[in-house]
């Protein structure tokens, strides 16, 4: 939406003046996609789904490091995947779930604005390390590379799976799981992210027709997990010497959050 509606380019190194005109970005672009799948319910209390799904995009939006804004690709992508979920009710009041997905993400065409950066020899700036000053061993330069098909930060495996108990005697309880695997950071695959996996509960009780309260307990392992992760050169102080790296946001902490609801009720 930023994309679409912004007039002028953040100050970057790339626009190092303010009130820069840009080329805005379409709001919409074309897609194409395509699914089938089988739904069964022929185990008791389960319903399962198996699905296969493909989509083609016109284009995709890229992380910009030097602005922290979306450019869009200029090549189109290809997506595909399968996911199968489970819903299974074995007593009135508990719900188990378990989905899983695993997909691609690739261009039709090479990518060499998020690629790693290497040397006119082929010396690499090794995958998950910091390249402070880009100068590689034995001098030289590094320089970005040809880059490859893979759309950096597409999510590949993905896991959720929950247990829910739902109103016994005006009790009710969850617990979560969301789990993340590694994702490609760079167009080549060279740069990876960490699995984030976060395990949630929460506890809660219906006092009357109006007022329920509840506990949520977030990040119950206190996993020090990434929550988004980009690879790009990156300056992180004013006289730190930039470094192509890996580029990170933490997930929160363990956190204990009180909540409680008002449903009011209005009379006719």
């Known amino acids: 939406m930023r994309g679409a509606t912004q007039n002028y380019e953040p ?57 922290g804004g979306t450019v869009p690709s200029e090549q189109s992508s290809n997506r595909y995947g399968v996911e199968w979920a489970n819903y ?7 719900a188990f779930d378990f989905d899983m997905a695993d997909s691609r993400a690739r261009y039709t065409t090479l990518d060499p604005a ?8 082929g010396q690499l700036c090794a995958a998950n390390s910091e390249c402070y000053g880009l100068v590689p061993i034995g001098g030289g330069n590094f320089e970005q590379g040809p880059g490859g098909r893979w759309v950096p930060e597409a999510v590949g495996l993905v896991i959720s799976s929950g247990a829910t108990l739902n109103d016994l005697h005006g009790f009710s309880a969850s617990l979560r799981l969301r789990d993340f695997g590694p994702r490609y950071l760079t167009s080549d695959a060279i740069y ?5 996996a976060l395990l949630n509960a929460e506890v809660g009780r219906k006092i009357n027709n109006t007022f ?32 192509f790296t890996d580029v990170f946001h933490p997930v929160e902490p363990f956190q204990v959050r009180l909540k409680i609801e008002v449903t009011p009720h209005f009379r006719r």
């Not at 299974?88 to 508990?94: A, D, F, L, M, N």
């Not at 990876?192 to 984030?196: K, L, Y």
């Open 114 to 121: 998020d690629a790693t950066f290497i040397t006119a020899d």
């Open 212 to 243: 329920r309260v509840s506990v949520e307990l977030l990040n119950l392992l206190n996993r020090r997990d990434h929550d988004v992760d980009y690879a790009y050169v990156s300056q992180v102080t004013p006289t730190a010497t930039p470094a």
């Open 192 to 196: 990876r992210s960490r699995t984030t």
């Open 11 to 67: 100050v970057s190194p790339d626009y190092p003046y303010p009130n820069t005109a840009c080329a805005k970005i379409p709001l919409l672009i074309q897609t194409k996609g395509a699914e089938a799948g089988v739904r069964t319910v022929a185990v008791p209390h389960l319903q399962s789904t198996l699905s296969l799904w493909y989509l083609h995009s016109n284009s995709e939006l890229e992380q910009d490091g030097d602005t």
């Open 88 to 94: 299974y009710t074995p007593r009135g009041h508990w």
